[in-house]
């Protein structure tokens, strides 16, 4: 009944389950407020059954996520009624760090943004990861489009902007540094990788692939150490590397590349697929965000030092995508 008394359904949602149960299932008279509270009131049992509702509103799944038992949320992400906040999908991502399951049920829901997939990206399973790149990576070719304008103001004003310039340098046209190549020891990115190959890896190579890659220490430690692979075939996608310089880059970390009897080992097979399926321009976009988002500077220390004040109730490290997935991904 739509009509029946609030306060007699409030008490009855929080019954016994099979009292519950069909109350908390199919009465539609249930608003976000009763809901809250009976949330915070109930069993694990009874929250699944909320999850399953023919509709779920953002706060009702915020509440859920929040509380974090595994059965609801995965009612939660199977329901296509729910509707997941932004806050709700953060939580998510954070949790999906424990609970890897969550990281499959995630890359299906539509509200997952693309930094929150990056992010994500790093504790995901091969087929997630694969599903992230080729689903939230952005085309470079597009965004340069988009942001035409941008690029002109920015000139204009000699690019004075830190926010804006290091923005824009996501959709930079050029991806290795040509100044660290002219200082470099090495003839080239190839160069370095070749020896590496021939010597095996260590942080100086490390550091001076990664200086010639364009991209930072923080950023090149990350690639070279993710046990998966796929990180390595964005780097020589976007670089502009071909497939011998993967395979030396695969063998220069002691990686194994056949399986002894002729055949080559599956997760290099895998991590070649994966390159393959890369265009450029979004292999582009994606190192360059990873790059930006995992050795994001632009700290609070920062403002002081440029002499803007940081405001206590806006807290950068609540609100800038970049900061919040360098946390994440590094467990902080």
């Known amino acids: 009944m739509r009509d029946a008394p609030r ?6 949602a929080q019954c016994s389950i099979e009292i519950a149960g069909p109350i908390l299932e199919k ?9 809250s509270h009976i949330v915070e009131k109930v069993s694990a049992e009874h929250r699944t059954i909320i999850a399953g509702r023919k509709v779920v509103s953002p706060v009702i799944a ?14 939660l992400f199977e329901n296509k009624g729910a509707t997941l906040s932004e806050h709700a999908v953060d939580v998510l991502v954070a949790r999906s760090r424990k609970e890897e399951e969550f990281c499959a049920l995630l890359i299906k829901r539509l509200e997952l943004k693309p930094a929150q997939a990056m992010a994500m990206f790093w ?9 992230i790149l ?31 310039r290091k923005t824009l340098q996501l959709i930079e046209r050029r ?10 020891v090495y003839d080239s990115l190839e160069h370095a990788i070749t020896v590496a190959a021939a010597t095996g890896m ?35 996608k976007a670089t502009g590397l071909k497939r011998p310089s993967l395979r030396e880059l695969w063998l220069s970390l002691k990686r194994p590349l056949d399986m002894g009897d002729g055949k080559i080992h599956p997760q290099f097979t895998y991590v070649m697929d994966t390159y393959d399926l890369l265009s450029v321009a979004k292999a582009q976009t994606t190192l360059r965000y990873w790059n930006w988002s995992l050795s994001s500077t632009f700290s609070p220390a920062r403002l002081k030092q440029s002499g803007v004040e940081e405001d206590e109730a ?8 970049a900061r919040r997935t360098a946390n994440l991904v590094f467990g902080k």
Not at 7 to 12: E, F, G, P, Q, S
Not at 134 to 147: F, G, T, V
Request: charged share 30%; hydrophobic share 40%.
């Open 7 to 12: 306060r007699v359904l409030r008490y009855l």
């Open 27 to 35: 009465n539609e008279a249930f608003d976000a407020s009763d809901l």
């Open 62 to 75: 915020d509440r859920l996520a929040s509380v974090g038992e595994p059965t609801a949320i995965r009612k």
């Open 123 to 131: 504790w995901s399973d091969g087929p997630t990861r694969r599903t």
């Open 134 to 164: 080729q689903r939230h990576a952005a085309d470079r070719l597009e965004m340069i489009e988009m942001c035409s304008d941008v690029f002109a103001m920015a000139a204009a004003e000699g690019w004075n902007d830190p926010v804006a």
């Open 175 to 184: 991806q290795r540094n040509r100044a660290a190549i002219e200082k470099s």
């Open 202 to 236: 260590n942080p100086e190579v490390a550091q001076e692939i990664g200086y010639l890659a364009g991209v930072k220490p923080v950023t090149i430690a990350k690639l070279l150490s993710d046990k998966g692979g796929e990180g390595l075939a964005v780097l020589c």
């Open 314 to 321: 806006n807290d950068e490290e609540a609100f800038s995508a």
